[in-house]
C-alpha cells in the first residue's frame, strides 16, 4: 500500500478524483444477492451508523436500503463552480451508481478513456456526532430530523495515493413505516460540507 495523502478537500472533489461522478454505468446498480440479516434503523443515529459501517464493508445492498426514495446529495458550491458540476445535487440512482463504482473494488474508465484506480479499501477513521438531531422544520417530509456528524475517511487505492475526506455534513433523517408496520429512518439528505468554500 502506497502512503495516505490527506485532501483538506471537499466529498465532492475525492469522488471526482476516484471518477465516481457522472451518470455513465447504470449497469453498476443493485448486484443480485441472498437477504442478509436485517437490524432496521429505528433512530436517527442508528441510521448514521448503518451509513458508515455500509461505507466500511462496501456494502452496496446495505447502503440502498438506508436511502430515501427521493435521496439528495448536495455538493460544495465552489465544487460546482470549480469541477463545472450541472448542478449542485444529485438523486438516488447516482448516488447508487457512484457507490457502486467506489465498493466495487475494480478500476472504472472514464468518458475520456483515463482509467481510475480501484479502491481496495474503506476506512471509516471517524464519523462523530457534533450537532445532536433536531427537528428539521420540513413540511413535506413531517419528521424529518437533521444533525451535523464530523467525518474522516480513507480510501485505500490501488497503485495511486490513498485519499481522505475529513471535515462536517449535515444528514436528514425521515420516519417511514417499513413492510413490517414499524417505524423506522431512511438518509433524506446528505450536505458536503468537507471544506471550506472561499
Known sequence: MQSSRFFPTGLTLTLILIGLAGCAGRDLMMPNGLDKEYVPATTPELLLEKVAQAYADRDLECYADLLAEDFVFTFLPCDVN??????????????????????????????????????????????????????????????????????KVLFVREGASDLVVDGPCIFFASPVRNEDGQTVYRLRGWVDQTKVCS
Not at 470549480?82 to 451508481?97: K, Q
Not at 472514464?110 to 445532536?132: N, S, Y
Open 82 to 151: 470549480d469541477l463545472g458540476l450541472g448542478s449542485d445535487h444529485w438523486g438516488r440512482e447516482d448516488e447508487l451508481i457512484s457507490a457502486a463504482r467506489m465498493f466495487s473494488g475494480e478500476p472504472h474508465v472514464r468518458d475520456d478513456g483515463t482509467v481510475v484506480p480501484p479502491i481496495l479499501a474503506i476506512e471509516v477513521l471517524e464519523f462523530r456526532q457534533d450537532v445532536p438531531w433536531e427537528d428539521a422544520g420540513d413540511r413535506e417530509h413531517p419528521g424529518t430530523m437533521r444533525a451535523i456528524y464530523s467525518m
